[in-house]
């Protein structure tokens, strides 16, 4: 043993030894430990757990290691005397073994996690207990939860544990929202990408969970959509976690929460863990935070400031932004309106990103081209829904690969679609007479509008047609039973796969009989 380097790391580690030393303690229970899980069961990062690892004596099996038995009495000195910070709800989680073996399988089988994203996916147990925490905190019989971004599936463990709460999930990746709708456990999906809004039917919930980028930029951003999602008097949870060697980047955070005026309630150490994020110790914080008179002012004030660029890695990390240049053979002369961010000597009307989302854009608009940026890709579809006019043409950063055979499904029924290089066009289609087509036709024409509105006069005079007279109610009975999730939704916030599924809800209302 070394003794005098093991002295040495933990007197340079003071009174923050006691990760190094839990560390210490799991490497002489015995059992053999890969790096990973050192640093995952520990929360020390792993640049901490390679330097213990440099000045003990260990035996290796493959990745995995340990102190040889003979020698863990001469490291008894150095473990931590006491163990690490009380987790509240550890002694509920065995009452709970049925709900954590469906999590594992849930969680095996999500859809693989994207770097541009910062995703890291938090461990079953992790999920699991943050169900549990909600419930020992808060009374949630008749409570709403909105989690804003879900990568982790915190939405199915609540569902699980609650079932009598009412979960919506806003996320930018499509995937993750179609594999929430394939579990059949009731949470509400829609679609968002946070930088251009949060959708207006997700409002007034009681709770908001958060796991963002840990950059300033992206808490910020989270947490302020979070608030946006909230009653006045509602708790933002935050996960968020720092390495204990980087405390300037947690108070670079901690002020972004600052700005917004939050109160802290609670902070529970090291309460999330996740398979990967070893840079942090695979651990982050769990802040409960609380809106006080002066944050909705300062989110209204600073939401809609917050860069594009929020992520640590790909396109829009932090490191990265760039203005976009002028696509190659653009002529003003062509178009009519100018979406997104062009630059400014081009003498045409213009519209943000997010207003173009956000309501209905009421000039000249037959003739669209937009600027579509880096990282923002997975908002094509609805930017293009968003149109009302003949022709529409989005010119991405780079050549869009997949995109083409993700559009049809979608949005096949109003627009014929064509890539040309790192564009698409897209040309509307003349209404068609066949009955379901004709309805799902309206139905993504009038993207901004609520869907269950619109299907709802368009089941109303197919049935006249028919020599049938429909009520509203019998029309919205109808909808609900062939898609209970299309309430409160409008076709910009939904889901692809539930866009690519109208067709065939559509025929369901025409063919059930109203009640």
Known sequence: MDRDGVNALLTEAGADSRRLRHALMLLCDGQWWTLAELVRRSATSRRGVEALLRVVELERRGETMRVPMAHTPDYQEFFAVAPPPADPVEHLVPHYAGVLARLEELVAGAPRARAELDHVSATPETVLRRALLLGARFWLPGARLLCVGDHDLTSLAVKLVHPEVEVSVVDIDDRVLGYLDDQGLGVRTHWADLRLGLPASVREHDLALTDPPYTPEGVGLFVARAVEGLRDDG??????????????????????????????????????????????????????LRPTTKTRPAVAARAERYA?????????????????????????????????????????????????????????????AIAVPAGLEAALPRLILASHGSKVRAWLAAPPAELPAVLSPVLGPLFSLRADGPAVEAVRLARPAEETAAIVWRLLDKAHAKLVNTWREALITAHRQRGAELTKNQAR???????????????????????????????????????
């Not at 980047?249 to 802290?264: E, G, T």
């Not at 829009?316 to 062009?342: H, M, R, T, Y």
């Not at 956000?358 to 669209?368: E, F, I, S, T």
């Open 308 to 368: 594009t660029a929020i992520y640590t890695h790909g396109p829009q990390s932090i490191e990265s932004a760039s203005a976009a240049p002028l696509p190659a053979g653009f002529d003003p002369a062509d178009w009519d309106l100018l979406v997104g961010d062009w630059p400014k000597e081009i003498g045409l009307p213009r519209v943000q990103l997010a207003t173009w989302l956000a309501k209905p854009y009421l000039g000249n608009q037959d003739r669209v």
């Open 477 to 515: 009975a109808l909808i609900t039973a062939a898609a209970p999730w299309a309430d409160g939704l409008t076709a910009l916030e939904a889901p692809l796969d539930r866009l690519a599924a109208l067709p065939q809800a559509v025929r369901a209302s025409l063919d059930l009989p109203p009640s």
């Open 235 to 288: 708790r933002v949870l935050l996960a968020y976690g720092a390495s204990e060697r980087t405390p300037m980047l947690a108070l670079k955070v901690q002020n972004s929460l600052s700005d917004l005026n939050l109160a802290y309630e609670a902070m529970y150490p090291d309460f999330n863990r996740y398979f990967g994020a070893e840079a942090i110790g695979s651990a982050a914080d769990l802040y409960i």
